[in-house]
């Protein structure tokens, strides 16, 4: 997806809405600066260029998920809809881009805009530092985790598409950014015994002083890393609660337990 790509057959006459959730993620294997690139090819470009044809075709609504890194990161109190945007890496500044220019598209063509920014998802398919953390847990591999007294909000895939489900239909939400939770903030430790239960684990959780883990991120060049995994980042969900009276439908454990469901199969498989 880039700014070239042609919509047409895709959209074709009769699409009312539009739900945008492409995008170019990091890549850990990839440089620095050939990432920003293709953050900005897919993740802006392709985004806008997306919303442009979209408004050609008649769409009514065109619902972009993007992600509540374009609000920063780091915070101790929750994030809120109405905070001012400081996106800190090439990966949030080009979903912080694309919404400046699906602004801009609604602006100038009267289509619909909605903007949902969750945090970390998951559920059956995750990839990434999710999974490597069930993983660790489910071969009881010691985690350094114990000591570790942050608050984290994340949303189960379950719970995102309800969300999303809600923007499609509700009249409130056109012209609105609403960030998405399940409502239910964890600190690392909890989430770590959360996803051992699911599992049917015990915890292998270590109490390392966070000051050695950051000592240890200094040493090996790995500050930002340690900062983002030692570090708090909540959601506050009462806009979207209240405006379009939406509650998650979905526990953060039942979440866990479906993602669970999803590992042990995978591995029966492999």
Excluded at 53 to 73: D, M, N, Y
Excluded at 181 to 202: H, N, Y
Aim: glycine share 6%; with cysteine.
């Amino acid at each position: 997806m880039n700014k070239n790509t042609d919509w047409s057959e895709a959209l074709g006459q009769d699409t009312d809405v539009v739900v945008h959730l492409a995008a170019q993620v990091p890549l850990t294997d990839t440089a620095a600066e050939d990432q920003a690139d293709r953050y900005t090819q897919a993740n802006t470009l392709g985004t806008a260029n997306l919303a442009r044809r979209c408004a050609q075709h008649g769409v009514k609504r065109f619902i972009f998920v993007s992600t509540v890194k374009v609000l920063g990161e780091g915070k101790s109190e929750p994030y809120q809809d109405t905070d001012l945007a400081v996106p800190a890496d090439a990966y949030a500044i080009s979903k912080w881009d694309a919404e400046q220019a699906l602004w801009q598209v609604a602006a100038e063509t009267g289509m619909e805009v909605v903007m949902l920014r969750p945090p970390l998802v998951y559920g059956p398919g995750v990839k990434g530092n999710f999974l490597r953390l069930m993983q660790a847990i489910d071969k009881r591999r010691p985690l350094p985790l114990g000591a570790i007294h942050n608050q984290r909000s994340l949303i189960y895939l379950g719970n995102l598409v309800d969300a999303i489900h809600r923007c499609v239909t509700h009249p409130k939400a056109a012209g609105k950014a609403f960030l998405v939770s399940d409502g239910d903030d964890v600190s690392t430790p909890e989430l770590v015994r959360r996803i051992a239960a699911s599992l049917g684990r015990r915890p292998f959780l270590l109490p390392v002083p966070a000051s050695w883990m950051q000592w240890a991120g200094r040493v090996l060049g790995k500050q930002a890393a340690v900062d983002r995994l030692l570090g708090s980042l909540c959601v506050d969900i009462s806009p979207l609660r209240e405006e379009l009276d939406w509650t998650p439908p979905y526990s953060m454990q039942a979440g866990l337990e479906a993602t669970a469901q999803w590992y042990r199969k995978t591995k029966e498989v492999a």
